[in-house]
């Protein structure tokens, strides 16, 4: 009697952890499914990064008021070389990001063809996005949201890469 209630016992404990097992494999392949499906949205997040990197590179001020949405809080950490240190909270408002577009690469001086835009894309969800871009300045990191359809930048949090000391 012993033997068949511990031999009932060790067949509940194998079959709970065959189906728990099931349950997170599906639960991986409806990620991947999602993410499959949702390949448009990761597509327009990643435009929505590239119009604010290109905004800035190709002097193209109409890309930034395309990919960021007024309401844009942006903060960001500059390295001054000089000083070995970095000067904290700088912040931007959507209005002056417009007007560092239409000017900051004017002399062609600060980026080129070969300057780096590398984009990583996080996590894209029905209405939020994250994201981090590698530029000539540095690195971005951003919150995006859906707004009426279209892929909007609304949060920055930058910094630019410090100096290597030889």
């Not at 392949?29 to 119009?51: G, H, M, P, R, W």
């Not at 193209?60 to 500059?78: A, E, F, H, N, W």
Request: proline share 2%; net charge negative; charged share 25%.
């Amino acid at each position: 009697m012993k033997l068949n209630r511990i031999t009932i016992l060790l067949a509940v404990i194998l079959i709970s952890s065959l189906t728990t097992s099931c349950i997170v494999s599906n639960s991986k392949e409806n990620t991947f499914v999602e993410k499959k499906a949702n390949q448009e949205d990761y597509d327009k997040v990643e435009s929505a990064i590239l119009d604010y990197v290109e905004a800035l590179y190709l002097v193209d001020s109409t890309r930034i008021i395309k990919s960021v949405d007024p309401k844009l809080r942006k903060v960001g950490y500059y390295y001054n070389p000089s000083k070995k240190a970095y000067i904290d909270n700088l912040e931007m408002t959507h209005e002056q990001l417009v007007r560092l577009a239409a000017r900051w690469n004017s002399d062609f001086d600060q980026a080129d063809e070969n300057s780096p835009k590398e984009i990583e894309i996080f996590d894209v969800n029905s209405k939020t996005a994250s994201a981090k871009l590698t530029a000539m300045w540095g690195i971005d990191l951003f919150h995006l949201a859906k707004v009426d359809n279209q892929w909007k930048i609304v949060n920055v949090i930058w910094q630019s890469q410090p100096e290597i000391e030889e």
